[in-house]
């Protein structure tokens, strides 16, 4: 995944994958429609709430390419608009869709997501195909680590910057989705994978008073930003 | 799109080239977020992803190919955010009605860069329009001439890419590893 | 059981058939070592027993191969796959899940089984293999060993009578292998018939009933002796090529140090053999002697440079390095070019490609040739820039045995005109060719280890020197 996960599973982790999607989803809508700074800190005090609740490290290099670039764009749009409510506001919706992500991905397992998207009209190819990409990703990206590598050492002698990338990152690339393609397709139909036949699943996650509590709290924030939006809050 | 369309191949394939995309996106995106030139972010990521995209229509060839590669990429980013999943999609569907109804699918070299171009083309205007159903007094406030020059960005980026995909489909074939149509 | 019998493989666009009237039959309870060098058709057995050929993989095939009485050509290896059970030699790309558990149970969904069996046959299978205590754990905190066991764990839990093992040593060090090994026993005297696929028939002929050994596609006329690779006597070390003090790595969000106060010194005219369990930080160690990765800790000095502060490229233009997995380094559409662009001189790259044995296939492309032609065309490669250090990253994983004598012969040459050697390996057979010093990776701590006797390395098979 994406975002480092806790070293133990909490609360968060357990809920219900599409409620947790659901909750970055629809907190990344509303975002969109506040303009008003206390209402979208509200929303973020909740994902924070919820970033710490899951135990979520991520690394200080992250953390710092969070600051700069969110800084970047605070100051670019307050260079824009001279309007320091405007630059807030932008500042704290970008947090807001940064936080929203690992709300679901970062304590949802690959195979906790498919087994919750096992129960949808999906096909099952599909479903799988969803969790090669979540489980191959991080494996692609090492080989993209290693291409560049290699890259690294080869330095100018192999030519411009363009014919490098293209020899060196473009082509080895495409020749690594086909080769992941042949092997992993065998590999699946070894162990018995069609994609037309439907398949059981192990653990199944179900939804509980945690996940209800947990929409309700979300829900209660929504509300409450909705208010300092267009009640009584706003100036 | 059926169930039984799709063989065990053309699923992992897909996901591949979803994965492909994926990995391109993550790295150069957020290089061009902070710069806000509307459509830079897509024109960028075409340049690349329409070459993966060629790639995979190539490989996939049948009508739905398109629509299958971004499916898979659209419920991906929909675990990241729902706007990206929408987009992903909307350009996902312009490519492959217009790719289905003109070609019935991705066969020879045409289709493949027409779908990819499409598609890299299809999510700004989308993008653009979610955006506006949001925020319409900011969004509404871009001229038409700034949504044409970036969808030309976008156009040169993507045909560019799907020139580069199509050259590298022939090496490929070359090592044995794709069959090209003659 | 499974019977082949005048067996004919065609590739497209290959003149000659991949296997020629092969013929062997597998019985329950059973183990049969289907040994012979790279491209002598092991694979394509394999292949064409659990119906990938012409399912998956384009070919035309003849003869018969059949799975309990069924040709697997007739029928989606998804179906074969319920009597045959296919350990792949690298079984990265053979898992889906992240937790052993849940890998083990992947198949079983697949075959509609239900959530009360499941969880019966998943910890009998785990059992079986010994890695009952690995249930909970994730996929990548596992050795390779580990890992190999899982996976087998997840064939074995779908309980089909019959097993097939593509090269299932390669990845391991000696204590895997031997468990590995106690485990076919084991499962051979349960009644499966058990068919490897293995160039290291030293290793797995005590636990093999049967011996076929194969050759140029078809079943050699008699089996050929146990290959044994030359070893090379240690000459006058030079100057200092490489040099670590105290060195440390440390990942980020890691509790545990990878490793710490490691050094190790690697002169000119010697070779240094760096041992250890996949994912002790050999690599790491040999990426670091060339600046790709930065130590958090001690001194690296490269050929008088400091690596920690002097740009790889820069390194590299007197030290190379060849990493595990080739296909990185490959750079152009044909394998002549892809040494000529390193090599000063036209002789210089048709030396290096007929000594790697390439010389035939300088107009193919390096993308289609086989694991080990590739891995020896990137060697061939970073000799031909004449490099005054060479770091080697597992160079006997995809090679036979004849292949590997190639490379190891070719490097002991390098070493002897002056050339400074340190190979990162778990085989100790090239431990043992090459380590003048061999060293020991293992807990985060280096360890200089004796160099491998005799005895060591005939355990469990007779060793008896040979020509090459």
Redesign the interface.
């Given at each position: 995944m994406f975002w480092?996960e806790a070293s133990r599973r909490t609360v968060i982790h357990r809920l219900h994958p599409f409620v947790k999607m659901a909750v970055g989803i629809g907190f990344t809508g509303f975002a969109l429609c506040l303009r008003e700074p206390s209402a979208l800190a509200l929303l973020l005090g909740f994902l924070l709430s919820t970033f710490v609740m899951a135990r979520l490290?991520p690394?200080?290099?992250r953390i710092l390419f969070a600051a700069l670039f969110l800084g970047a764009v605070t100051g670019l749009n307050f260079w824009a608009a001279r309007d320091p409510s405007h630059a807030a506001a932008y500042c704290l919706r970008l947090a807001v869709f940064l936080l929203a992500i690992p709300v679901c991905a970062g304590t949802t397992?690959?195979?906790e997501l498919t087994r919750a998207l096992a129960r949808t009209p999906l096909p099952p190819g599909m479903v799988?195909a969803l969790?090669?990409v979540w489980?191959f990703f991080p494996?692609m990206a090492a080989?993209v680590q290693?291409?560049r590598?290699?890259a690294?050492?080869?330095?100018?002698?192999?030519g411009g910057a363009l014919t490098r990338l293209y020899?060196?990152l473009v082509v080895?690339m495409a020749?690594?989705v086909l080769?992941?393609t042949?092997?992993?397709?065998?590999?699946?139909?070894?162990?018995?994978?069609?994609p037309e036949?439907?398949?059981?699943?192990?653990?199944q996650p179900a939804a509980g008073a945690a996940d209800a509590g947990f929409l309700l709290l979300a829900l209660g924030t929504v509300l409450a930003a909705g208010w300092l939006q267009w009640g009584g809050g706003a100036p | 799109m059926t169930t039984s369309t799709w063989t065990?191949?053309e699923y992992v394939f897909a996901a591949m080239t979803a994965a492909a995309l994926l990995l391109v996106a993550s790295i150069l995106i957020p290089f061009t977020l902070p710069l806000r030139i509307p459509g830079l972010a897509n024109a960028v990521n075409g340049l690349f992803g329409s070459f993966f995209l060629v790639i995979g229509l190539i490989r996939l060839r049948r009508p739905g190919s398109l629509i299958l590669i971004t499916g898979i990429y659209a419920l991906v980013c929909l675990a990241i955010s729902p706007v990206i999943s929408g987009f992903v999609m909307a350009g996902g569907i312009l490519g492959e009605l217009v790719c289905s109804s003109l070609f019935k699918g991705y066969r020879g070299t045409l289709a493949p860069v027409c779908g990819a171009v499409l598609y890299q083309m299809g999510m700004f205007p989308a993008a653009m329009l979610l955006s506006f159903c949001f925020l319409p007094e900011r969004y509404g406030e871009i001229a038409l001439w700034v949504f044409i020059v970036a969808e030309a960005a976008i156009f040169a980026t993507a045909l560019t890419g799907s020139l580069l995909g199509l050259k590298v489909a022939r090496?490929l074939a070359?090592?044995?590893?794709l069959r090209l149509e003659a | 059981m499974i019977h082949v019998e005048d067996l004919h493989v065609y590739y497209p666009?290959q003149p000659h058939p991949a296997l020629r009237g092969m013929s062997l039959t597998v019985p329950p309870g059973q183990t049969v070592l289907v040994s012979g060098p790279t491209g002598c058709g092991k694979s394509t057995l394999g292949?064409a027993l659990?119906g990938?050929i012409p399912?998956?993989?384009a070919g035309r095939i003849s003869g018969a191969a059949r799975v309990n009485g069924v040709c697997s050509a007739e029928r989606?290896?998804?179906a074969t796959?319920?009597e045959l059970?296919?350990l792949?030699q690298?079984v990265?790309?053979?898992?889906?899940?992240?937790?052993v558990s849940?890998e083990v149970?992947?198949?079983?969904?697949?075959?509609?089984?239900?959530?009360t069996a499941?969880?019966v046959r998943i910890a009998a299978a785990l059992e079986q293999v010994g890695a009952a205590h690995l249930a909970a754990r994730r996929l990548s905190s596992l050795s390779a060993g580990e890992r190999q066991r899982a996976v087998l764990a997840?064939l074995l839990a779908?309980d089909q009578p019959l097993l097939m093992l593509d090269e299932p040593l390669a990845y391991l060090d000696r204590e895997s292998r031997r468990r590995l090994l106690a485990l076919i026993r084991r499962l051979a005297e349960a009644g499966k018939g058990i068919l490897i696929f293995e160039h290291r028939r030293d290793l797995v002929r005590p636990a093999a009933a049967t011996e076929v050994c194969m050759e140029e596609g078809c079943r050699a006329k008699e089996n050929a002796d146990t290959p044994v690779l030359p070893v090379f006597a240690p000459s006058r070390p030079g100057p200092e090529r490489l040099t670590i003090r105290e060195a440390a790595m440390a990942w980020?969000?890691s509790v545990k140090p990878l490793f710490a106060g490691v050094s190790l010194t690697v002169r000119a005219a010697e070779s240094v053999v760096l041992e250890g369990e996949n994912g002790s930080g050999k690599t790491t160690l040999l990426?670091m002697a060339?600046g790709?990765l930065q130590p958090s800790g001690g001194e690296i000095t490269t050929n008088g440079e400091d690596a920690r502060r002097t740009?790889?490229?820069?390194l590299?233009r007197e030290a190379a390095?060849i990493?595990q997995?080739p296909?990185?380094?490959?750079?152009?559409?044909r394998v002549g070019d892809e040494v000529r662009?390193s090599a000063p001189d036209e002789t210089t790259a048709a030396f290096e490609l007929e000594a790697m044995g390439l010389a035939e296939l300088a107009h193919r492309?390096?993308?289609?040739l086989s694991m080990g032609q590739k891995r020896r065309l990137t060697v061939a490669a970073a000799l031909a820039r004449r490099p005054k250090l060479l770091l080697l990253d597992e160079p006997s994983v995809g090679q036979d045995d004849r292949s590997l004598a190639r490379v190891l012969r070719r490097l002991d040459r390098f070493v002897r005109e002056g050339g400074a050697l340190l190979t990162a390996t778990h085989d100790e057979r090239v431990a043992r060719a090459l380590g003048h010093r061999v060293y020991r990776l293992e807990d985060g701590i280096l360890r200089e280890s004796a160099p491998y006797t005799e005895s060591e390395l005939a355990a469990p098979a007779a060793v008896k020197e040979r020509r090459y």
């Open positions: 480092s490290r690394s200080g290099r397992a690959p195979q799988v969790m090669l489980r494996l080989e290693q291409m590598q290699a690294r050492l080869r330095g100018r002698a192999c020899r060196g080895p020749f690594c080769d992941y042949d092997r992993i397709t065998l590999a699946l139909e070894l162990r018995g994978f069609s036949a439907g398949r059981t699943c192990r653990r | 065990t191949r090496e070359r090592a044995g590893r | 666009d292949l659990c990938a399912a998956l993989i989606p290896v998804r796959a319920r059970g296919f792949l690298d990265a790309y053979q898992t889906f899940t992240d937790r849940d149970a992947f198949g079983l969904e697949n075959f509609g089984a239900s959530e499941m969880e997840a779908l980020p969000n990426s060339l790709l740009p790889p490229a820069r590299a390095l990493f997995h296909d990185h380094q490959l750079y152009l559409s662009l492309h390096p993308r289609s």
